[in-house]
C-alpha cells in the first residue's frame, strides 16, 4: 500500500452529532457506545451446526456477503480457532479502497485499539507468576514519583488496575494525542505524570473502563522487568507465540502492512500516530493469525509448540469474572470483559472478550474456554460489525450459551419501594451518557427509563436488583452500596461500565418547586452541574453571555478547554473564558468572517445560541427534516434553519408555545436568560432526539432523504453567530 493514496480529508475533532456525540474523543481506545439491537442469527432457530472448517467458512461467507454486514466494514480480517487448530482464517473487502488491495489474515496490520489491553494483562500477569508484582500490592510500589489525590484509606491496588476498578477520575486519551507529527515522542512516564488522575471513588467500589489504569500497568511491566515495554512485549510475548506482524510502534514494515483506516461513510482518513509511544491500552497493531497464535496458546492453557508461555493457573486467573453487578451481567476478569448481551440470555460468564475501536478500526476478540474455541474480528471501519457478528455466531455453533433464563418465581417490589431507583444516572466515564428513571406506574415491579437515543422503554423486574426490558429482552441491572450510593449497568449505551444515580438535588433559594424550569435546574443540580446548595441563589432570570453560554455547553459536553493561545488581537484573549471560546472556534461552534470580534460580555440572542448548538447537531440530523417547522414572531433567516430543528427535536424550555394556527413562536430575538438556559441544557441530556429523528425519516419519502439530496450542512446556515 502507498502512504501517498491517502486521503487528506481527516480532522483531528472531538465534537460530533448529539451533544457533541457524546464527545467520540472519550470513546476512543475503549468499547464504543452501543445502541444496536442484536440481529436474528444466521442459522434457524434450533438448529445447532458443528463447528468445523467448512461450517465456518460457509458462515463467515454468508455473513460477511450480507448486506447488513457490507454497510459495516470496507476490509475485515477474521480467524476462529478451535481444539488448538486454525479452523477458518479469512479476509474480506480491502485494506485499501483506493488500489483494491484485499485483506490478507496473514499481512494485513490493523490496529485493535483496547484489545491491546488483553496482551498488556498478559504481560503483567507473566511478572505476577514469577513473583515480581503482587496483585493485592498498592501499584504505587512498582511506579513511582506519581502525585496524586487519594482521600480513602484503601490503595489503588494491581489488581484494580487491572479489573478497572480504580476509582480513578476520568482520564481518557485526548484530541492532541491523535496527531501526524511522527517525530513527536510522548514516554509513557511523562504523559504519566502531565495527566494522573485522583481518586474520586473508593477503590474496588464501582466499574469504570479505565484506560489510563492500563498506561500503568505498562509501566509496571517496563519498571518491574528492565526493560522498555516495546521489547518486553517482543520478546516475552510476540516472538515466543509466533507473533511477527505484531507491535506497538508504527515503524518500518507496519506503515505498509498497516490497513487504510475509514470513516462510516467509506471516506480515507489519513495515516496517523499515537501519544504516548508506545500506548500499552490501545497502542497495538495486529493480524488475524498473528491474534489466532494468541488464542491457541490461551486457550491450550498457556503452551504454544510445547512452550510455555503462562502456567495454567495463571491462564485460569484470567478467565476467571473478578466483579459482577449481577451474575447474568459480569464485568471483568485480569485482561478481558464481558461479552454482549444476547436477548433473555445476559452475558454468559463462561465467555471472556475484549473489544477495541479506534478511529476507522474496530476489533472483537472472544474465547469460549470450555469449548476450547476463540475468533477474533478486526476491520478498518469503526462500528458495529462486531456486534452483528457476535449475536450470529453464538446462537449458531453454541445456542446453549443463547438460551433465555428460566427465572424462579419472583414477587416484584412494589412501585413505592422501586422509588429509590428513579432519578437521573450519568456514565461514570461518559458524564453526557445520561439516563432517566422513572416509575412505571403503580403496578408493582415496573420502572421506565429513557435516553436520548432510545426514548422511553418499560423495565420489568425479575429478580432483586435485576430488569428486563419487554422489548428487547435485555438485561438492566442495580448495585445499592451500603452509603446510600446506586449504580446502574444497563445493555445499550455503555455496557462497559456503571452509571451513577446522581445526588437528590437540594434546590436554590429563588426556585420554587412548582417553577415551570424546576425539573431541569433540579435535574442539572443532581447531575453535579451547579452547586447543591439550598441557600445559594440561581438568579434564573439573569441574561446568559456569549462567553457563558460557550462555557457551559462545552464544559457540560465534558470537553476542555481548548490549549491553543488565542490570536492577541482578539477580543477574548484575555477573557476568563478564553479556552473555551477557543474551542467554540476550533470545533465550529462559532464561525465568523470577523474572527477577531466575539464580544464575549455582550448578552446572547436566544437564537444565537441555538445556532451554535444547531452546527454539532447539523452534523447528524439532515435540516430537511425539520423544514416543515412553522415559525411565528421574528426568527432572522440565518437562524431559521437552526430554530426549525430546535423546535421539532424539543431542545427549549417551557416559554416556547404552540399557536393556534400550528405555528411556534420561539422568542429568537429575546436574550436568553438562565432558567431558558437551563431547559436547553437539561433536553440536551435527556430528550429522545435520535428516536424523534428516526421517526422523522420513516415518514420521509425515499427521494427525500435520499444521499443525493442537499447535505446537512445546508449553505442558508449562518456564517456568523450574528448578522453580518
Excluded at 454468508?62 to 470496507?74: I, N, R
Excluded at 417490589?413 to 456514565?427: H, M
Excluded at 446522581?502 to 412548582?514: L, Y
Amino acid at each position: 500500500m502507498h502512504l501517498t493514496n491517502r486521503s487528506t480529508r481527516f480532522k483531528f475533532t472531538s465534537i460530533t452529532g448529539a451533544f457533541m456525540a457524546l464527545v467520540l474523543s472519550l470513546s476512543l481506545w475503549a468499547p464504543a457506545v452501543q445502541a444496536e439491537t442484536a440481529p436474528a442469527a444466521v442459522n434457524e432457530k434450533g438448529k445447532v451446526t458443528a463447528l468445523t472448517t467448512e461450517s465456518a467458512t460457509a458462515f463467515l461467507d454468508t455473513f460477511f456477503d450480507s448486506p447488513e454486514a457490507k454497510a459495516q466494514y470496507v476490509g475485515a480480517s477474521v480467524v476462529v480457532v478451535k481444539d488448538g487448530k486454525v479452523v477458518a482464517e479469512k479476509g474480506y473487502g480491502y485494506s485499501d479502497l483506493e488500489s483494491k488491495e484485499p485483506v490478507d489474515p496473514k499481512n494485513t496490520t490493523f490496529r485493535i485499539a483496547s484489545v491491546s489491553k488483553t496482551f498488556t494483562s498478559a504481560a503483567v500477569m507473566q511478572l505476577v507468576e514469577q513473583g515480581k508484582v503482587d496483585l493485592k500490592a498498592d501499584f504505587q510500589t512498582y511506579v513511582k514519583g506519581l502525585e496524586f489525590d487519594n482521600p480513602f484509606d484503601k490503595p489503588v491496588t494491581v489488581e484494580n488496575l487491572l479489573t478497572h476498578t480504580t476509582g480513578f477520575e476520568i482520564r481518557d486519551p485526548q484530541q492532541e494525542d491523535i496527531h501526524d507529527d511522527f517525530d513527536k515522542s510522548v514516554s509513557m512516564e511523562d504523559y504519566a505524570k502531565l495527566h494522573m488522575p485522583p481518586v474520586v471513588r473508593e477503590p474496588g467500589s464501582a466499574y469504570m473502563y479505565d484506560n489510563f489504569a492500563f498506561l500503568l500497568l505498562g509501566m509496571i511491566v517496563e519498571n518491574v522487568s528492565g526493560e522498555p515495554f516495546e521489547s518486553y512485549m517482543q520478546q516475552h510475548i510476540f516472538k515466543p507465540l509466533g507473533m511477527d506482524n505484531s507491535s506497538f510502534l508504527l515503524n518500518g514494515k507496519f506503515k505498509n502492512q498497516l490497513a487504510t483506516a475509514y470513516d462510516a461513510a467509506h471516506n480515507p482518513l489519513d495515516l496517523y500516530t499515537l501519544s504516548p509511544a508506545p500506548m500499552p491500552q490501545g497502542g497495538m497493531l495486529s493480524t488475524a493469525e498473528d491474534i489466532g497464535n494468541f488464542m491457541i496458546a490461551f486457550l491450550n492453557d498457556g503452551v504454544k509448540d510445547n512452550d510455555r508461555i503462562w502456567k495454567e493457573s495463571t491462564v485460569k486467573s484470567m478467565e476467571q469474572y473478578r466483579s459482577s453487578i449481577h451474575p447474568l451481567l459480569p464485568n471483568t476478569t485480569y485482561g478481558f470483559e464481558a461479552a454482549f448481551q444476547l436477548p433473555g440470555a445476559g452475558s454468559s460468564s463462561k465467555i471472556i472478550t475484549k473489544a477495541g475501536d479506534i478511529n476507522g478500526f474496530s476489533s472483537y476478540l472472544f474465547l469460549i474456554p470450555e469449548q476450547n474455541t476463540g475468533v477474533f474480528l478486526t476491520y478498518n471501519q469503526t462500528g458495529a460489525l462486531r456486534n452483528l457478528f457476535y449475536s450470529a455466531f453464538i446462537p449458531t455453533f453454541f445456542p446453549q450459551y443463547a438460551e433465555p433464563v428460566k427465572f424462579k418465581d419472583y414477587t416484584p417490589q412494589t412501585a413505592d419501594e422501586l422509588q429509590r431507583f428513579a432519578g437521573l444516572y450519568a456514565d461514570l466515564r461518559l458524564s453526557t451518557i445520561v439516563s432517566s428513571l422513572k416509575d412505571g406506574g403503580k403496578e408493582p415491579g415496573q420502572l421506565s427509563i429513557s435516553d436520548v437515543f432510545l426514548g422511553p422503554r418499560p423495565l420489568i423486574q425479575v429478580e432483586d436488583h435485576l430488569f428486563k426490558d419487554e422489548l428487547t429482552g435485555q438485561f438492566t441491572a442495580f448495585k445499592e452500596n451500603a452509603d446510600g450510593t446506586i449504580y446502574m449497568k444497563e445493555p445499550y449505551l455503555n455496557p462497559f461500565g456503571y452509571e451513577k444515580k446522581g445526588q437528590k438535588p437540594q434546590g436554590f433559594r429563588d426556585v420554587q418547586a412548582n417553577s415551570p424550569y424546576a425539573e431541569a435546574i433540579y435535574g442539572l443540580q443532581s447531575l453535579g452541574y451547579y452547586t447543591n446548595d439550598a441557600s445559594e441563589a440561581f438568579q434564573p432570570k439573569n441574561a446568559v453571555t456569549r462567553a457563558e453560554f460557550i462555557e457551559d455547553v462545552l464544559k457540560m459536553s465534558g470537553l476542555k478547554a481548548s490549549k491553543t493561545m488565542p490570536p492577541a488581537d482578539t477580543d477574548w484573549a484575555a477573557h476568563p473564558a478564553a479556552g473555551y471560546i477557543q474551542l467554540g472556534y476550533e470545533s465550529g461552534m462559532i464561525t465568523g468572517a470577523d474572527e477577531k470580534q466575539f464580544k464575549p460580555d455582550q448578552v446572547i440572542t436566544r437564537q444565537e445560541a441555538m445556532v451554535m448548538i444547531w452546527r454539532t447537531l447539523q452534523l447528524q440530523y439532515p435540516n430537511e427534516l425539520f423544514e416543515d417547522v412553522k415559525l411565528a414572531g421574528q426568527t432572522d433567516a440565518w437562524a431559521v434553519p437552526a430554530i426549525q430543528m430546535m423546535v421539532k427535536l424539543g431542545i427549549h424550555g417551557p416559554e416556547v408555545k404552540v399557536l393556534e394556527d400550528g405555528s411556534v413562536d420561539f422568542l429568537s430575538r429575546k436574550p436568553l436568560i438562565r432558567q431558558e438556559e437551563a431547559a436547553i441544557m437539561y433536553q440536551l441530556f435527556t430528550q429522545p432526539t435520535d428516536k424523534i429523528v428516526a421517526d422523522l425519516m420513516t415518514k420521509q419519502p425515499q427521494s427525500e432523504t435520499s444521499s443525493d439530496e442537499k447535505p446537512a450542512n445546508d449553505t442558508t446556515a449562518p456564517a456568523t453567530v450574528t448578522p453580518e
